[in-house]
T-cell receptor
């Protein structure tokens, strides 16, 4: 079983819709959770981090964490074509240095 | 405003050749990392350096060596390249451990081993 699992997609949504990206993880003691965006041929960039159960909002992005279900999600409201990218879920177990990345979900936003 | 700089950007090697990927950061970060990214596999940690003078193995260290030359620089060496090492390599850095700290990535190095 992979430690961090994501649906590879592609996920296709129309412009203006809500895109919902999901991630599950296997290590129950995980403490820190991240969403990175990666455009094709580019390096990953952090868009959200979350450490506590519940929702965290930043502009059009909302991260949701449920530690009991070992589930992290990212909602993108009012999706734009510029949001088309691969979204990587990342989990850190002990506050240390070994962050585990999922394989990513490809998102396409159709104009 | 360079951030994390890695070289070379593209490299083609023959099986058995050696090479070193160079990485430098100008953000005064303590921790540095080398990841590889393969299709369908996500990013996998090869080695990391928690602070100057220390290095540790990550998920996939076999076939690689690293050197933390100073606080700014962290190099990755392939002693005898194999086709399985064809990948995109990312150097990264963070303030300290990743909890509460953003990992900043370099632009990537595309390596092909033939």
């Amino acid at each position: 079983q992979k430690e961090v699992e994501q649906n590879s997609g592609p996920l296709s949504v129309p412009e203006g819709a809500i895109a919902s990206l999901n991630c599950t993880y296997s290590d129950r003691v995980s403490q820190s959770f991240f969403w990175y965006r990666q455009y094709s041929g580019k390096s990953p960039e952090l868009i959200m981090s979350i450490y506590s159960n519940g929702d965290k909002e930043d502009g059009r992005f909302t991260a949701q964490l449920n530690k009991a279900s070992q589930y992290v999600s990212l909602l993108i409201r009012d999706s734009q074509p510029s949001d088309s990218a691969t979204y990587l879920c990342a989990v850190n177990g002990d506050g240390g240095f070994k962050t585990i990345f999922g394989a990513g979900t490809r998102l396409f936003v159709k104009a | 405003n360079a951030g994390v700089t890695q070289t070379p950007k593209f490299q083609v090697l023959k099986t058995g050749q050696s090479m070193t990927l160079q990485c430098a950061q100008d953000m005064n970060h303590n921790s540095m990392y080398w990841y590889r990214q393969d299709p369908g596999m996500g990013l996998r940690l090869i080695y990391y350096s928690a602070s100057e003078g220390t290095t540790d193995k990550g998920e996939v260290p076999n076939g690689y060596n690293v050197s933390r030359l100073n606080k700014r620089e962290f190099s990755l060496r392939l002693e005898s390249a194999a086709p399985s090492q064809t990948s995109v390599y990312f150097c990264a850095s963070s303030e300290a451990g990743v909890s509460g700290n953003t990992i900043y990535f370099g632009e990537g190095s595309w390596l092909t081993v033939v």
